[in-house]
């Protein structure tokens, strides 16, 4: 029963650390930027309009952002806040999860014959392709301390040097997952630097509206999932401080750096790579010593 | 037409047994069918069953039913009757118990294989293919039956029960000579890299039929041997054996994918693909080498599980791959991705089994691939608690690459699917038929039922894969409780989440509007393709994949307004290169060796005149 408590809270919640951190971001860069729910208006909106889909698409197209909507709803029900009611989603689990809702996305991208949301679902299949090795290797600390590979086992590692790097690896993953300045940019869907918002081009209505709640509830499950890598032995009050340093630290890199060119985007993901191999070292060395 | 039925049924007879021998083996164990004796003992064939045949001889069952079925109406006769015997050579294989039953039984599968191969020998790329593939074929197989003779003459008989009960009293170089010799046997059979170069070759030109048993049940047949000689005829393998095979497996994941996303024929694209599948059962049956040499038995029961699970379920999905891959070549003339679009149209039954199969083998929850891949790291992962630090770091990279497999995997199959069957059609003169249901996409449709259902419920496999792995570790692996319902947990809410949208568009409407191409007119032009999908894969891995870009512009009324501009990428692949390069080393020193074969009959007469006093003098 907690689980349907914990889905519910941060499906409520996550709307508005995008509001907040939209506003955040406008006030930093001198503008009186929009109101913190404003999210929850334009989801409220858009659920009330018809849907429009491109001539001659497949079911593919139709059912992609529910299936979206629907993996990012099990990311928040498996983490471990409260007592698990779903403990066989592991950690590589959640890595092949978050794959099939990429998966069905660029698939749809590439049925609506637009040349935009294909290159978009060129650039995400690509990049994932980086993250997934960074993201298992940052999310298996507590499985090579012998904790198993549940999620839980994040919980049971100390924090030192190997979790720092751990987390730092694991915050330039999540800039890339939730479309944040310098790799990519939520504001924008067009050529240059679009990846995630390119993908869902094509949609509109109350399907648009399922991909943009997915992709809030998504961010913030990353936040928790990045407290918990950063002081695993925090508890709640201590989670959400860390999150909410998180949204101000994100605003603050989308306000002073610009977006990087996208074939450097790939440097930043080795270097993310890199930094998670060193900490897996680390535990690996320290463990033995 | 009665030849056709005639090979059909031949080859539903091979499966029948294959299932019936399956069956048997999994219920009694160790099965003893018979000797025919020699008079040369080292001659005689002994056939019989142990455990560790049946997952091959399941799928051998299942994968020669469907191609069987998906003939019915495709194949061309002569090609059906071939894969009969196909079948029934490598059912020879799985049920040989002595090295000249083993080794007759493999020369007859590479033999009619190669003929299968060349069904289309009046073009010369299949002739070249062909070629290849015998040599690699041949090269093999001197070094299995090498390694095979040494342990044999060591243990002192040619049949397996024996070899395998005298394996641990041998010397561990010895076994080691073995070890290296069975890798490059059943290494360039199952297309281990570097040794696959044959394999993207010779199983696109093959018919898609015969495509399908070659990537679906042939490669496994490596796989068989390479587990009989590592487990049991050369067993206990030492940890460095473990360690070399799941690096190989790691090499052959990565690269064989990579070379797969920049590929866009689609047949090569699966054959690739093979490569990369061979590959992660390699890492699952290295973690298991390395288990049993650190004393984890039970962990080695979880890989070798995972190992064979991967084995089934990469049959199951290449098999309907590749028979889908038919379909295509067979309504639109080509397997080129970039003439392909909008099959989802036409295509109406064989698309929605393609992409089962496209999800499957991407590693995708729920289906089989995602159950066995998730096998083969957790198997990874448990490993880790019982090693030595440097073996874990061994570990931990093939953790991540097989992450790294995993995620081209999926953008593979997001091109192939999203280029070829979704969008619009790239050719105007393509016909808007709606293919009608025949047999061939009921063969599509079980394999299809087969990979949802291993995925769904992995317990109807893996129950009796552990069993198998027991009987082979002698522990039972742990660690399986929780599998049965991980898939369904995992692509609950998605796919709760797709009909949620089918439901409210079914309530709500959904408004059909052109697409969005900023007010120029919507063409199949405009649409992605799979170059271009590619491409920024291939810029990232531009050091491995070697990609060489010729443009020729023809000049219109200048340089700047070209009339048409030809564009052209071609990758020349670092491993591939290397190969080449060592081939023509080969080949230049073979030149000296042509002197012998002036093609006179007298003088090869003299030659095994000569050879016969040189074998009696040294004789006696």
Redesign the interface.
């Known amino acids: 029963m907690l689980v349907f408590v914990q889905v519910l809270v941060i499906a409520a919640l996550a709307p508005l650390l995008q509001g907040a951190m939209k506003q955040l971001r406008a006030r930093l860069q001198g503008r009186p930027g929009p109101n913190p729910i404003q999210p929850y208006r334009d989801l409220a909106k858009l659920w009330s309009k018809e849907a429009l889909l491109p001539d001659g698409t497949s079911i593919v197209t139709l059912c992609a952002p529910g299936l979206a909507f629907g993996v990012a709803l099990t990311f928040a029900a498996v983490l471990p806040l409260t007592a698990q009611a779903v403990p066989v989603i592991d950690v590589v689990a959640l890595a092949f999860l978050l794959a099939l809702g990429r998966f069905a996305l660029s698939l749809a991208a590439l049925d609506t014959r637009n040349a935009f949301t294909g290159m978009a679902a060129s650039r995400e299949m690509t990049f994932a392709t980086l993250v997934e090795p960074t993201l298992l290797l940052a999310l298996l600390g507590g499985a090579i301390l012998g904790h198993g590979t549940a999620l839980e086992s994040l919980l049971g590692v100390a924090f030192g040097p190997a979790s720092m790097l751990a987390f730092a690896a694991f915050f330039l993953v999540m800039l890339l997952e939730t479309a944040r300045i310098p790799l990519d940019n939520q504001e924008t869907h067009y050529e240059l630097t679009m990846m995630h918002e390119g993908l869902t081009l094509e949609y509109s209505g109350w399907q648009l509206a399922l991909v943009g709640l997915g992709s809030y509830v998504r961010q913030l499950s990353f936040f928790v999932l990045a407290a918990m890598l950063l002081l695993p032995g925090g508890g709640m009050l201590v989670w959400i401080a860390v999150i909410i340093g998180l949204a101000v630290a994100i605003a603050l890199v989308e306000t002073l750096f610009a977006k990087l060119r996208l074939f450097e985007v790939p440097q930043v993901l080795t270097t993310a790579f890199i930094l998670a191999a060193t900490s897996v070292a680390l535990r690996i060395f320290g463990a033995a010593a | 037409m009665r030849l056709r039925l005639c090979g059909v049924g031949f080859t539903w007879a091979v499966a029948l047994c294959a299932a019936i021998l399956a069956a048997l083996t999994a219920v009694r164990g160790d099965i003893a069918l018979g000797t025919l004796a020699s008079p040369i003992d080292a001659l005689r064939l002994d056939f019989g069953l142990s455990p560790l045949a049946v997952p091959f001889l399941a799928l051998l069952a299942l994968v020669s039913f469907a191609v069987g079925a998906w003939s019915l109406q495709r194949a061309r006769p002569a090609d059906i009757v071939l894969i009969g015997f196909f079948a029934l050579a490598m059912l020879g294989v799985f049920v040989a118990r002595s090295v000249a039953a083993f080794v007759l039984a493999w020369e007859a599968m590479s033999l009619v294989s190669a003929f299968l191969v060349a069904a289309h020998h009046e073009r010369r790329d299949v002739r070249r293919a062909t070629l290849t593939y015998l040599i690699f074929a041949q090269a093999g197989v001197v070094c299995i039956v090498a390694a095979l003779f040494i342990l044999a003459i060591a243990a002192g008989s040619t049949s397996f029960p024996v070899m395998t009960a005298h394996a641990g009293t041998l010397p561990v170089p010895l076994r080691s000579a073995a070890f290296a010799l069975v890798l490059l046997g059943f290494g360039s059979k199952a297309g281990l890299v570097p040794l696959h170069v044959w394999l993207p070759r010779a199983h696109p030109v093959a018919p898609a039929n015969a495509s399908a048993m070659l990537s679906g049940v042939m490669l496994k047949v490596a796989i068989y041997g390479l587990c009989l000689v590592v487990l049991q005829l050369a067993a206990p393998a030492p940890l460095a054996w473990g360690v070399i095979v799941l690096v190989l497996g790691t090499v052959s994941a990565v690269v064989g994918v990579l070379y797969a996303v920049v590929d866009h024929n689609l047949k090569r694209l699966l054959a690739y693909h093979s490569v990369e599948n061979i590959g992660i059962i390699t890492i699952a049956l290295g973690v298991a080498l390395i288990a049993l040499a650190s004393g984890d038995a039970a962990v080695a029961g979880v890989a070798l599980v995972a190992a064979l699970f991967h084995t089934v379920n990469h049959g199951l999905f290449k098999a309907l791959l590749f028979l889908g891959a038919g379909i295509v070549a067979d309504t639109e003339g080509t397997v080129d991705l970039e003439r392909l679009g909008?099959l989802?149209?036409r295509l109406v039954w064989t698309a929605p089994f393609f992409?089962i199969g496209c999800?499957a083998i991407?590693?995708?929850?729920p289906f089989n691939g995602?159950a066995s891949?998730?096998m083969t790291?957790?198997s990874l992962?448990a490993a880790?608690?019982g090693t030595?630090?440097a073996v874990?770091?061994v570990l931990?990279a093939a953790?991540?690459?097989l992450?790294?497999t995993?995620?081209?995997a999926?953008?593979c199959?997001?091109?192939v699917?999203?280029?070829a069957f979704?969008?619009?059609s790239r050719r105007p003169e393509s016909r808007a038929l709606r293919e009608p249901f025949d047999a061939s996409n009921f063969a599509l449709g079980l394999l299809a039922v087969l990979c949802t259902a291993f995925g769904v419920l992995p317990m109807l496999a893996v129950a009796p894969l552990a069993r198998i792995a027991a009987a082979i570790v002698g522990v039972a692996p742990l660690g399986l409780p929780?599998l049965p319902?991980?898939p369904v947990?995992?692509?609950?809410?998605?796919?709760?989440?797709?009909?949620?949208?089918?439901a409210?568009?079914a309530r709500?409407?959904?408004?059909?509007?052109?697409?969005?191409?900023c007010g120029s007119p919507?063409t199949?032009r405009?649409?992605?393709t799979a170059t271009?999908?590619?491409?920024?894969?291939r810029?990232?891995f531009a050091f491995l994949l070697l990609p060489e870009r010729r443009r020729a512009l023809e000049a219109g009324i200048s340089r700047w307004f070209p009339s048409r501009i030809r564009y052209r990428t071609e990758s020349r692949y670092v491993v591939d290169e290397a190969a080449r390069r060592f081939v023509a080393i080969i080949l230049r020193w073979t030149r000296l060796a042509r002197g012998l074969q002036s093609g006179s009959l007298r003088l090869y007469l003299t030659y095994a005149i000569a050879t016969f006093i040189l074998v009696v003098a040294v004789v006696h």
């Open positions: 909008g989802w149209e992409l999800v991407a590693g995708l929850p995602f891949e998730w790291f957790q992962i880790l608690a030595v630090p874990k770091l931990l953790v991540a690459g992450a790294l995993g995620g081209l999926a953008a199959f997001v091109k699917f999203g280029v979704l969008g619009r929780t319902v991980l947990t995992a692509a609950a809410l998605p796919f709760a989440g797709a009909l949620l949208c089918v409210l568009a709500r409407g959904v408004r059909r509007v052109p697409t969005w191409t919507v199949a405009a649409q992605y271009a999908f590619a491409k920024p894969l810029t990232i």
